[in-house]
């Protein structure tokens, strides 16, 4: 049977249906059905879930020429007024409003918070930061323009809320939510949080590019902290008994882990943002890579605690062998070790140094990123990228438990073929290869990419190679 004959099962579905499944989209991807058929033009509209972002409206292009950047915006508040007007009589579960430079349109941020209120979402975004925005130390207190109402604080039935760039936002007076378990801050000034996440309710907590963190302890029963780019406390605490997955991005500082879950699923590091630093001879080095080998020890308590996955940049891997006493790292009960990595030869001695303290280490990661303007030397301290993973060294892990090793972002270039090669030759359990390339890269490349894996394949008769298109 030709396949234009075949029956269309999706749009034989009754409306009800079509409107849960188009509530599981994206808005963006929601509103992109309406070109289906007419029909869909209706259901469309009935979706639950709703998020006006203006990043979505308007094209870069649009965005980097002012006229036309004014003139999507109305387009874009227009479009925001008509949709509102549409959908007013209709239950929503998730409402979402993104629009930098909020001070032209406080009226309409207000009756659009007022509108969601009114609907009793379970679901709220009120994100009005800059894309050009880098850090915090970008944002004056004078773009700081839309006020969080009293409403909002008292809305009973939000389960999840994200605040960005707002004024006087008062995390405490969230308190009282009997049903929130999801927060997410981002862009201003945030006061201490600790009346808020003391409740046992808050499951995950997120923190973006806030300042003036000036609280010492992080303490509740969360399952998921993210925190980023923040204003921190020099020494603050982290107390979090059940804490699943924790990401920390930004400076390093001389964080305290008390009362942390035994087990840790996932422990991700990124102190790229320190990570511009040319100057080799740097005596902070030192200083650095001791404060991050005690990081490390510190949070999983000597081998007390684990993170099963365990990932790391590029900053950390050159600075723990520049610790005045890099032996000082703990062996670390983790089995997933992801490694963000330029494949740079400052970071090969501290690759080394985690797999020789990861004995139980069953996958590895190599998650390739595009080399740092400064990062342009060859070699380093006398290490060469074309010997240094052909030397004879092996660690436990290699001979006991790692079963994969995964590289994302293959090229097919020497440096990663070099440490591919490292470990099929020594990795005694071997058993895959999994080589991810990029999704846009070019033909020519990609024939490259085919090529050098084959290569690797016909190395070894007892490891399977496995390319991906990603």
């Known amino acids: 049977m030709d396949s234009c004959d075949q029956p269309d099962i999706i749009s034989n579905l009754p409306d009800v249906l079509l409107v849960l499944i188009i509530s599981c989209l994206s808005f963006k991807e929601c509103v992109q059905t309406c070109a289906l058929s007419k029909r869909w033009r209706s259901v469309y509209l009935e979706t ?47 409402f979402g409003i993104s629009i930098s430079y909020p001070e032209t349109y406080i009226d309409l941020i207000e009756s659009l918070i007022a509108f969601a209120v009114g609907k009793k979402v379970k679901n709220l975004v009120l994100d009005f930061s800059n894309p050009v925005w880098r850090t915090f130390h970008d944002v004056t207190l004078d773009e700081l323009v839309v006020e969080i109402p009293q409403s909002v604080y008292e809305l009973a039935t939000l389960e999840s809320l994200k605040v960005g760039a707002c004024k006087k936002f008062d995390p405490s007076k969230l308190s009282n939510l009997g049903k929130l378990n999801t927060v997410s801050f981002g862009w201003m000034e945030l006061t201490d949080p600790k009346p808020l996440l003391k409740t046992s309710r808050v499951k995950s907590l997120t923190i973006n590019d806030c300042g003036e963190l000036y609280f010492d302890t992080i303490k509740g029963n969360m399952r998921e902290v993210a925190i980023k ?63 991050l080998c005690h990081l490390l020890n510190n949070l999983l308590d000597y081998g007390g ?166």
């Open 305 to 470: 605690r684990s993170a099963t996955t365990l990932t790391v940049c590029p900053f950390l891997l050159k600075m723990i062998p520049r610790s005045e006493h890099p032996h000082v790292l703990h062996p670390m009960e983790t089995k997933h070790l992801v490694l963000k990595t330029e494949l740079h030869p400052r970071e090969f001695n501290g690759i080394r140094l985690l797999l020789m303290n990861c004995p139980n280490l069953e996958t590895l990661t190599i998650d390739l990123l595009p080399p740092s303007p400064i990062a342009t030397a060859s070699s380093y301290a006398d290490i060469d990228p074309e010997t240094y993973w052909m030397q004879n060294i092996s660690y436990e892990c290699q001979r006991e438990t790692l079963k994969a090793v995964a590289v994302k972002n293959f090229f097919g270039g020497s440096k990663e073929l070099h440490i591919v090669k490292f470990f099929i030759r020594g990795c005694e359990r071997l058993e895959r290869v999994e080589l991810y390339m990029p999704f846009d890269l070019d033909k020519g490349r990609k024939r490259l990419a085919y090529a050098k894996s084959e290569m690797l394949q016909r190395s070894s008769n007892r490891v399977q190679v496995v390319v991906h298109n990603s």
């Open 48 to 94: 639950r879930n709703v998020s006006f972002k203006e990043t979505d409206f308007l094209s870069p292009s649009v965005d980097a020429n002012p006229i036309r950047n004014a003139l999507g915006r109305i387009v874009f508040v227009d479009y925001v007024r008509r949709w509102v007007t549409r959908i007013y009589d209709q239950p929503i579960d998730t």
């Open 229 to 291: 780019n923040c204003d921190f406390f020099p020494n603050c605490t982290f107390n979090l008994p059940s804490v699943d997955i924790l990401k920390y991005s930004g400076d390093l500082l001389p964080f305290e882990f008390d009362n942390m879950n035994t087990i840790i699923s996932e422990v991700e590091f990124d102190f790229r943002v320190l990570d511009n630093n040319n100057d080799e001879s740097n005596d902070s080095n030192t200083a650095e890579g001791g404060m």
